[in-house]
């Protein structure tokens, strides 16, 4: 049995989606919570660690702004390391090592962390690092003497008191180049209402050291800006930034063009910059690369909460139930049908039971497989207990016969003449012949049937089966007639294969009427030997072609030996062309005849043999 099946009607793709969607939802879940769970914890770890990293990265810097080379830096280093358990090591750009808190010939990471240059740095640790460019604590020559940072502290002293005085509170802060500056209490230096008693200008006016540094600072500016070719009606006078105690951006003197202004300042703006950094460079410590690793650092433990776990009980719990629930609506489905099939298999044979099919997936063949199986062992049934009743019809005729010819002639009743005992020879010749049919039939249908396989030509074959038959033929007034095409040869048992067309010939003889034909046919037809066996018979009818090689069947219902057979021939024919390895075939017409088709295989002709000249 062989029927299409939707793919997705398959048992296999439902299994395999089944477990596709279950997998899918317990990964879905599982990534859930592992997210959910998490995220926080990683997302506080990872601001500790840039937090961490930003305070490493601090002061570093501040070594760096406050002292004009590395050499002593591996203490500070080893602290830091020790603190927070990281590895940190300095090396300058081609990777000479500055110092390092991991152990001699260990290797570095792939990758700086970040860049060490208070001249050039990007943090936002310090207040206006990130304005200038430059970290605040490298001030150099702006840094102040004990002296004068004694009387700046008392001028910023002298203005607070100005300040509270006019009901301004502020505060006092020391800056890293030694200035004492006034804050508000927010931070904000220098900000808000300045009353007019208190804006003398003593606290921001340039101590020697720092208009020595300013002076300095103005001849590199001066310079750069010859450099540049621009030039102003009077110098560049720069101002202290109060800052840092280092310079603010300059104020530019005299009268210039309105649309080179802005080009102008621009470039003073860059001058001094450069100005700045070429001045600062001696007091601060070479550029550095730095290096972060985990070192001793421990493994962040992320512990789960009450209502996470929860969380994750309550999901995993839902995840399970919904497994449960599809595998047992899967399975129901599945199972269902198994176990009808199951059922209806344990029943007695001669229930006969049918199970109902419900799907169209394999279970669903299998069910179809089963109830055409049934019918299938419904069938044999009837034909085994129509073969035993035909066995017994067949053989109590001529038993029947042979035992009351023997009692009468025991009794005295008939003498055993020559006529009588030819009359008991012929029955024992018809019992014969329907054993030796059903011992045929039983070879063939265990497969020992026995074939002596040679070369045989096809016209020969027909021409000795016609003049058996032949008598017979005129006999009943009925014309025998072979044709044959070629000379085709087939590879075949002779005996046997004059068995089977004998059969069909004989058959024919007896539903021809007087006056009829019969004619054999032999020829080649695509690799095959074909023979036919045609009659002008009555022929049969077409609801009886099914039946015709069933075992006694017969065509004529009184089952008379005048008419018919045993009923085995037709059977014979189809076991005796199948060992063959062919085919045999009916087509029929009421009222006009019969035409019986063997097909077997062809074989090639032997060659012939030389002959020698004497």
């Not at 601001?47 to 990265?57: F, K, N, R």
């Not at 049919?437 to 030509?457: I, M, S, Y």
Request: one cysteine or more.
């Amino acid at each position: 049995m062989s029927r299409a099946m939707p793919l997705r009607k398959s048992l296999l793709v439902r299994l395999l989606i089944t477990s596709v969607l279950i997998a899918l939802c317990s990964v879905a879940a599982t990534a859930w919570l592992a997210v959910q769970t998490t995220t926080r914890a990683i997302q506080e770890e990872q601001g500790q660690v840039l937090a961490e990293d930003m305070d490493i990265l601090r002061q570093l810097s501040g070594y760096a702004a406050t002292h004009p080379d590395w050499s002593g830096v591996a203490g500070t280093l080893r602290t830091i390391s020790d603190r927070t358990g990281r590895r940190i090591a300095l090396t300058g750009g081609d990777r000479t090592p500055f110092a390092d808190s991991a152990a001699r010939g260990t290797s570095l990471p792939p990758r700086a962390a970040a860049t060490i240059d208070p001249l050039r740095t990007d943090t936002y640790t310090e207040p206006g690092a990130q304005l200038t460019g430059i970290d605040p604590r490298a001030v150099g020559p702006y840094r102040l003497p004990a002296t004068e940072r004694l009387r700046v502290s008392k001028l910023a002293t002298v203005r607070q008191l100005c300040f509270a005085r006019n009901g301004v509170q502020t505060r006092t802060e020391r800056m890293p180049s030694g200035r004492t500056v006034l804050t508000d209490l927010d931070g904000r230096l220098d900000s808000g209402y300045v009353p007019t008693e208190c804006a003398d200008g003593r606290l921001n006016t340039p101590t020697s050291t720092e208009r020595k540094a300013l002076d300095a600072l103005s001849a590199l500016t001066e310079t750069c800006l010859d450099r540049h070719k621009v030039h102003f009606d009077h110098p560049v006078a720069l101002t202290l930034d109060s800052t840092s105690g280092a310079t603010a951006a300059p104020y530019l003197m005299g009268k210039r063009p309105g649309d080179q202004h802005g080009a102008r300042a621009r470039t003073t703006t860059a001058c001094v910059a450069e100005a700045r950094r070429g001045q600062l460079a001696p007091y601060v410590a070479p550029v550095a690369e730095l290096f972060l690793g985990t070192g001793d650092r421990p493994v962040p433990r992320f512990d789960m909460s009450t209502a996470n776990k929860a969380k994750v009980f309550g999901v995993a719990g839902l995840v399970l139930a919904l497994t449960v629930a599809v595998t047992a609506l899967v399975a129901g489905r599945l199972v269902r049908p198994l176990r009808a099939l199951t059922q209806a298999a344990r029943q007695s044979p001669e229930r006969h039971v049918r199970v109902p099919v419900t799907t169209q997936d394999e279970t669903g063949i299998l069910a179809l497989a089963f109830n055409e199986l049934t019918e299938r062992r419904e069938r044999m049934e009837a034909q085994r207990k129509a073969m035993v009743s035909d066995i017994a019809h067949e053989l109590r005729t001529p038993l029947t016969n042979i035992r009351g010819w023997l009692e009468v002639a025991r009794d005295g009743l008939v003498e055993p003449d020559p006529e009588l005992l030819s009359s008991l020879h012929e029955e024992a010749v018809v019992l014969q012949r329907v054993i030796d049919d059903l011992q045929d039939l039983a070879a063939a249908d265990a497969g020992t049937l026995r074939l002596h396989r040679e070369d045989v030509r096809a016209d020969e074959l027909l021409e000795q089966v016609a003049a058996a038959h032949r008598v017979g033929a005129e006999a009943a007034d009925i014309r025998l007639v072979t044709e044959v095409a070629g000379t085709p040869w087939l590879a075949a048992d002779p005996v046997r294969m004059r068995q089977a067309l004998g059969n069909l010939v004989s058959n024919a003889i007896r539903h021809t009427p007087a006056g009829g034909t019969l004619t054999l046919t032999a020829h080649g037809r695509d690799g095959q030997v074909v023979f036919e066996v045609a009659d002008t018979g009555g022929g049969i009818d077409p609801e009886d072609l099914p039946s015709v090689f069933d075992r006694f069947w017969r065509a004529e219902k009184s089952r008379s030996r005048r008419t018919g057979g045993s009923g085995l021939g037709l059977a014979i024919v189809r076991q005796l062309v199948a060992a063959h390895g062919g085919t045999v075939s009916v087509a029929s017409e009421v009222g006009s005849g019969t035409v019986f088709t063997l097909r077997l295989p062809s074989a090639q002709a032997p060659a012939s043999p030389a002959h020698g000249s004497g």
